[in-house]
């Protein structure tokens, strides 16, 4: 019995040696895995996925609601930013601005306000300008550009007001697009800054802006007026205008916008296509927002008392 018992004992013996011997073996490898892990170089880190934009651009599938919603915050912020925005051409009647707004095509409206002194020094009056010797008016316009072409047209519109509408400007779109070189941009800002009447100013700033806001993917200028718009409220109108356009000329420049000192970036669909870096976007800045004189020789009081500065006359140092 004893000797049998002997003989079930011996596999387990042998079962129990086999198994310390696994465990050694087995820790063995895991002991030489671990040092060849540690010598191993560390595998390339994965490039790092950009942060994502503290500007996150509204959906291509913006609803239309989201879209009304999304410009009047717009503009209600660059109504804090340029509390006093204004025309920034020099007038001080209908008459000097219809034809300070003719001459401001394919130019600045600071070659402009540099040049109108002289002109309503010598030609006051629609009645005068309508008499004046071309050659005299063109050599006033010279600087400008287009001198000639532009000649023709103030001279154009004054013998039309002094036919037509008694030496007066009309206060009425349907009139004063009749007039020659006035077309509907020229005309909302006459209504607008003279007469007090509602319109959209469509020039090239305004264009590019709602564009990149994708207020608008109209081409037109007709089309981007009733498309903008159908936007706001009829009220609206005019000082939307001026703040596109100061914003514009200031921040969102058409070759490098300043992305990153643009204080509506959070909404602005095509932030990143400028400098996004603050510091290099702040030496972009121009007119008040960059410490430089603004366009016009004689700017409201409100520019003034925000820091800007008036620009100098023609000639000037």
Known sequence: MKKAAAKRTAPSTSAAAEETAAKKGTAAKT???????????????????PKPSK??????????????????????????????AHPELDFENPFQLVVATVLSAQTTDLRVNQTTPGLFAKYPTPEDLAAADPEDVEEILRPTGFFRAKT????????????????????????????????RKTAFVVLGNAFGRPGITVDTHFQRLVRRWRW??????????????S?????????????????????CHARKPACGACPIAPL????GEGETDPER????????KGGFPGQRLNPPQAYLDAGGRPAPPLGAG
């Not at 993917?217 to 009733?226: H, L, M, Q, R, V």
Request: aromatic share 6%; proline share 9%; net charge positive.
């Open 31 to 49: 002991a030489g895995t671990a040092g060849t892990a540690a010598t191993a170089p560390a595998p390339p880190k994965s490039p790092k996925s």
């Open 55 to 84: 500007s996150p651009r509204p959906s291509r599938s913006e609803s239309r609601t989201a879209l009304v919603r999304r410009a009047r915050r717009i503009n209600r912020e660059l109504a804090e930013v340029y509390p006093y």
């Open 152 to 183: 023709r047209s103030v001279t154009g519109l004054s013998k039309a007001l002094v036919e037509q509408f008694d030496g007066e400007v009309p206060g009425r779109l349907e009139d004063l697009v009749k007039l020659p070189g006035v077309g």
């Open 216 to 229: 608008t993917e109209e081409t037109e200028p007709d089309k981007i007026e009733a498309a903008v718009g």
């Open 231 to 251: 936007l706001f409220p009829k009220s609206e109108w005019t000082m939307l205008s001026h703040h596109v356009i100061f914003h514009g000329r200031r921040i």
């Open 268 to 271: 602005c669909p095509a932030y």
């Open 281 to 288: 976007a702040k030496k972009l800045l121009k007119y008040e």
